[in-house]
């Protein structure tokens, strides 16, 4: 039995993941701290991303190294972002911040799914988006939107 | 070969209230580029209507969301899609028709523009503008509004109207609110197009006007239908020639400047295109195309292709004529088409360089004018 290297990742609430180099490089952002950093760079620090949030991402890479021409990698996919929006919301910041282009493309995709046809409103308390806009500007907001969903 | 995930819990950071700050940042805390990405691909797959509306929604959370919206969407030119109110405004797509329709409700006096979105014939449409029709003791004024239940001129969806001489010959079109980069930048020390980059530009409503519109029988013992001539003044002659990228942010002509002449020199206020010198420019001259005679149907045909259907003095297809020392040549393009297809369900379809505003003001114009056929 051939061991393989082990990289560990450190996330910004300092739990710490040990994972297989091959699972860790598919972060492009890991695999280029891995080139850089030299020899002693057995141990990355991913300040960006929660424990939580870091745990979902490695599940998602090793599926995706393990076995990438699995059957049911499509359904693996569609199953790993069937969660609450505020976990689907960190999981795209992290594959954005990682550089982790299949998991960036499926949770982006989900949530630009789940803003479609919904109000303004309902955006605004499904995502917790505050309202920054001034009275004035409310006031051609208002417009636009009789405007836009006038049937 | 099986990994081992060791997981050291350093603090006992993962109480719920940490969760749900974190909810709560997190997605107002969001890369832009991340951002960026999702609304582009809503704006991407919603790009016919009634899905569109999602743009419009998310373009309305936040001014970031907003301010990410307008940039990503490409204006009707160029992308062929109407998309926010002030595209309505902007030249059509270029090199297809867009097509609408409007319903003329006789008791009210009312019409109604819609985008088409499907080909079917109870297709519903999208709502584009409405208008109202006001007799007055020496003119008539049709009053435009984005907003259906509240056509008039202090409504806050007035957007322009269409005046006409006593006769119904002449017609006049103001614009409330024009996208002309002179007028906004005498009035809002901006030289960019205030409504693309701001949610509420600061232009004084008023009435600008930006075309005139004439009706004239043919000339006494040559037979056919009416001749229609509109002087479009907000948009400089050469637009109707093919170039290469969309319409530059000054390129429309000063209309401020222009009085009741419709063949006064125009100037290109702050134009970059240097290859045209300003003395050569005048307006966009939009004529109706002559119908030829059927001898076997009795009648005279414009060949609308199929999408007009009932025959009507109202139908006509604008081309744009070139007028120079030599005389005036037809350029091909149709540029806007309007005809019956049902008791009161017209057809309109146009395309660059005029606006869906323009347009449907142009139509209006038709169902007003008294001249008919010979």
Redesign the interface.
């Known amino acids: 039995?051939t061991s393989?290297k082990?990289i560990v990742l450190r996330s910004s609430?300092?739990?710490?993941?040990?994972?297989?180099e091959a699972?860790a490089l598919h972060s492009l952002m890991i695999k280029h701290r891995i080139e850089t950093g030299g020899a002693d760079s057995t141990t990355i620090d991913v300040p960006e991303v929660?424990?939580?949030t870091l745990?979902k991402v490695?599940e998602y890479c090793?599926k995706h190294v393990e076995a990438p021409n699995s059957d049911d990698l499509k359904s693996f996919d569609t199953d790993f972002v069937k969660v609450d929006q505020?976990v689907l919301?960190?999981l795209?910041?992290a594959s954005?911040?990682m550089n982790i282009k299949g998991l960036?493309d499926l949770s982006?995709?989900t949530?630009?799914d789940m803003?479609?046809?919904?109000?303004?409103e309902q955006?605004?308390e499904t995502?917790?988006?505050?309202?920054?806009?001034t009275p004035?500007?409310e006031?051609?907001?208002r417009?636009?939107?009789?405007?836009?969903?006038?049937? | 070969?099986i990994?081992?995930?060791?997981?050291?819990?350093?603090?006992t950071?993962?109480g719920s209230k940490l969760?749900d700050d974190?909810?709560?940042?997190?997605?107002?805390n969001?890369?832009p580029?991340?951002l960026t990405?999702?609304?582009m691909?809503?704006e991407a797959?919603?790009s016919d209507w009634p899905?569109r509306?999602?743009v419009?929604?998310?373009a309305?959370?936040?001014?970031s969301?907003r301010k990410n919206m307008k940039e990503i969407v490409k204006c009707p030119e160029v992308s062929g899609c109407l998309t926010?109110?002030s595209s309505l405004k902007q030249p059509g797509s270029v090199g297809s028709l867009t097509q609408c329709f409007i319903k003329r409700n006789r008791n009210t006096q009312t019409y109604t523009l819609y985008l088409n979105l499907t080909e079917a014939s109870n297709d519903?449409g999208k709502?584009l503008f409405a208008a109202k029709r006001f007799r007055r003791t020496t003119c008539t004024d049709y009053i435009i509004s984005?907003?259906?239940d509240d056509i008039s001129k202090g409504s806050?969806?007035y957007v322009g109207k269409l005046r006409s001489n006593f006769l119904g010959t002449k017609f006049r079109v103001y614009d409330a609110r024009p996208t002309n980069a002179a007028l906004l930048a005498t009035k809002c020390h901006s030289s960019r197009l205030g409504s693309i980059k701001r949610?509420?530009p600061k232009i004084p409503a008023g009435n600008y006007p930006i075309s005139n519109i004439s009706y004239e029988v043919n000339n006494p013992g040559t037979r056919g239908p009416r001749q229609m001539r509109c002087v479009m003044n907000a948009i400089p002659a050469n637009a109707i020639e093919p170039r290469v990228g969309p319409t530059p942010t000054d390129f429309h002509v000063d209309s401020s400047s222009s009085s009741s002449s419709s063949s006064s020199s125009r100037s290109l206020s702050g134009s970059k295109s240097a290859h045209v010198s300003d003395a050569q420019l005048g307006a966009l001259v939009l004529k109706n195309k002559n119908p030829r005679w059927h001898q076997q149907l009795q009648c005279w045909c414009l060949n609308f292709n199929g999408r007009v259907t009932v025959a009507s003095v109202k139908n006509f297809q604008l081309v744009a004529c070139l007028e120079d020392e030599n005389g005036s040549k037809e350029h091909e393009k149709i540029v806007l088409e309007f005809g019956k297809i049902g008791k009161d369900v017209f057809t309109m379809d146009y395309q660059y360089p005029i606006s869906a505003f323009e347009a449907f003001a142009i139509c209006l114009s038709s169902f007003d004018t008294k001249i008919t056929c010979e």
Do not use: Q
């Open positions: 039995m393989s082990t609430d300092g739990a710490t993941f040990e994972v297989d699972v929660t424990g939580n745990s490695i090793k505020a919301c960190h795209a910041k954005y911040y960036l982006s995709k949530i630009a803003f479609k046809g919904k109000t303004v955006i605004r995502f917790h988006i505050k309202n920054d806009f004035e500007e006031e051609e907001l417009k636009e939107n009789s405007w836009n969903l006038f049937v | 070969m990994d081992e995930m060791k997981v050291e819990i350093g603090i950071g993962f969760d974190l909810k709560s940042d997190c997605w107002a969001m890369p580029e991340l990405d999702i609304l691909r809503i797959s919603e899905d509306k999602s419009v929604c998310c309305a959370v936040c001014r969301w926010f109110p519903e709502f984005l907003n259906a806050s969806g949610v509420s």
